[in-house]
């Protein structure tokens, strides 16, 4: 049975607690104590978590039976892990891209007192993945393994964003920087890597099941699909109504180097392009309608549901393909495969 979001969010206050009883062992005042705690609660919860929820049933696939009691503990613990690393990196990204809203509420460094403490507070969110993998896992075979993996996806993560903020600084718009090539690095190694071969990977490495050959079908078939669900975040962010998703798209203003807008320069006329140029990556609400008018005329919502039913084709392909003979299971793919197709949030 899969597991449902309410059950993994009743694993989390135990890690607060684990996490609170660690530092008190250094003294630490209670008014700091309160906000860590705080911090905690606010950016790790409160989203769908499906990367969390992945952890366990992709577990529960490998294993291919249901999870005892110690076993559903653990694999929360390593999925409460990434949406841990998923906070640090909001709640960093929402200070560099200057966003307001996140999952419906004000970010994070946006609420009263907080602002740039959300900095410390981010550092603190990853330090929290380490305490908790030596808490847990620090006699399982594959602890240095987990260790590394956490290193290597934030740093792939990292390197990402990098990218990202270079070819799209915020206050210079360069329409010449943007490229599909440069686009496919920032969301294979910005999105990809820690949303969908990590908690995949580390299923396999709490089962044993983590041979290099497996390591690698995994690879294959969840960087695409990363990509995919990502190119989707971007249509979902000019095309989703706002109620739906969540949180207002801001991709048009913050000058995001997007899947639409780099389709949309593939099919520009020069005049086309002269509003673009003049509207892409403004702070003001008449640019950003005049640039969602262009990827309309451009028909753009087309040629996203056709890259979709391509993509999709493709990586069902390589599902069917997977070898199971080491205890991989196409049936983790289709699953996740099935979570994200035709997504409208």
């Not at 860590?36 to 490998?62: H, M």
């Amino acid at each position: 049975m899969p597991t449902t979001l309410k059950e993994f969010e009743g694993v989390f206050p135990k890690l607060v607690a684990d996490l609170k009883q660690h530092a008190e062992q250094y003294n630490l005042p209670t008014q700091a104590l309160k906000w860590f705690e705080e911090s905690l609660y606010y950016n790790a919860v409160g989203g769908k978590c499906n990367r969390g929820l992945s952890v366990i049933d992709t577990t529960q696939l490998l294993l291919g039976r249901d999870l005892t009691q110690d076993e559903y503990f653990h694999a929360a613990a390593l999925g409460w892990m990434i949406e841990l690393l998923q906070a640090f990196f909001l709640v960093s990204d929402d200070i560099m891209d200057s966003s307001k809203t996140r999952r419906g509420q004000p970010c994070w460094y946006l609420k009263p007192g907080v602002g740039m403490i959300a900095i410390n507070d981010a550092f603190m969110l990853e330090s929290s993945i380490f305490i908790l993998l030596k808490k847990y896992f620090r006699s399982h075979p594959a602890y240095i393994d987990l260790v590394e993996l956490f290193q290597e996806v934030a740093f792939q993560t990292e390197l990402g964003q990098t990218c990202d903020l270079l070819t799209a600084p915020e206050d210079n718009v360069d329409l010449d920087n943007f490229s599909l090539e440069k686009y496919s690095f920032i969301v294979i190694y910005k999105t990809a890597y820690y949303s969908f071969y990590l908690p995949v990977a580390l299923a396999m490495h709490y089962t044993g099941k983590a041979s290099p050959e497996n390591l690698k079908q995994a690879e294959n078939i969840l960087i695409p699909m990363g990509e995919y669900f990502q190119v989707q975040d971007d249509y979902l962010d000019n095309f989703a109504d706002p109620e739906t998703l969540g949180k207002i798209g801001t991709d048009i203003q913050d000058n995001k180097c997007s899947w639409l807008v780099n389709q949309a320069l593939k099919k520009v006329t020069p005049e086309q392009r002269k509003v673009l140029e003049e509207n892409y990556g403004q702070k003001n609400k008449e640019c950003e309608t005049r640039v969602k008018k262009l990827f309309d005329e451009l028909e753009l919502e087309k040629v996203y549901q056709e890259y979709e039913e391509a993509r999709v084709a493709e990586i069902r392909q390589k599902i069917a393909a997977v070898d199971e003979s080491s205890g991989m299971k196409q049936e983790v793919f289709a699953e996740f495969l099935r979570k994200i197709y035709k997504r409208s949030k």
